[in-house]
């Protein structure tokens, strides 16, 4: 499933990236429309052509299409991720090795050797993990891996679906 994410819902699309969700972000189309804020009609365009389904907080742009899109209520992204779960059936069991760029949506590759990033990663976070990723885009090439900051969605997700 491709997903389309409307512009105040940035962290959403992050975290949907993260969980290995291909995930387009509106604001990252100002650059490919040359204009900004994109306009609903040009948004509507791209998802039909790609094949993606619109997240919205925007009531109006999501009635207007449907199964295409879904429409979010409330606050915060772990209430918005359990609503992805409940409607689209998303499941957020993290795997790095499918996990996409957060910063820019592209697919990540294992890093062989990790002595190639020494100098790239803090000191602590080089000694204590021995598995990274980079991001495959060579315009941002950012750097993964399973670190507390996971551990800590991963809980918080638990307690927001068992409720
Ligand atoms: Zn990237």
Redesign the pocket.
């Known amino acids: 499933m491709k997903l389309l994410v409307d512009a105040m819902l940035g962290r959403l699309a992050r975290f949907l990236r993260i969980f290995g969700y291909d995930t387009i972000y509106a604001n990252d189309l100002i650059d490919y429309f040359k204009i900004n804020p994109v306009p609903d009609e040009k948004l509507i365009e791209y998802a039909q052509k790609n094949n993606r389904i619109i997240i919205t907080k925007d009531y109006p742009l999501s009635k207007g299409l449907r199964n295409k899109s879904l429409y979010l209520k409330g606050e915060g992204v772990y209430n918005y991720l359990y609503q992805l779960k409940r409607r689209l059936g998303l499941s957020f069991d993290f795997k790095i090795e499918r996990a996409r760029?957060s910063?820019?949506n592209?697919p990540l590759k294992k890093i062989k050797d990790k002595s190639l990033i020494k100098n790239i990663v803090l000191k602590d976070t080089f000694n204590h993990y021995n598995e990274f990723f980079q991001?495959s885009?060579l315009d941002?090439k950012?750097i993964y891996w399973k670190g507390t900051h996971i551990e800590d969605i991963e809980n918080k997700l638990e307690k927001k679906f068992n409720i």
């Open positions: 760029c910063n820019c592209s991001c885009n941002c950012k």
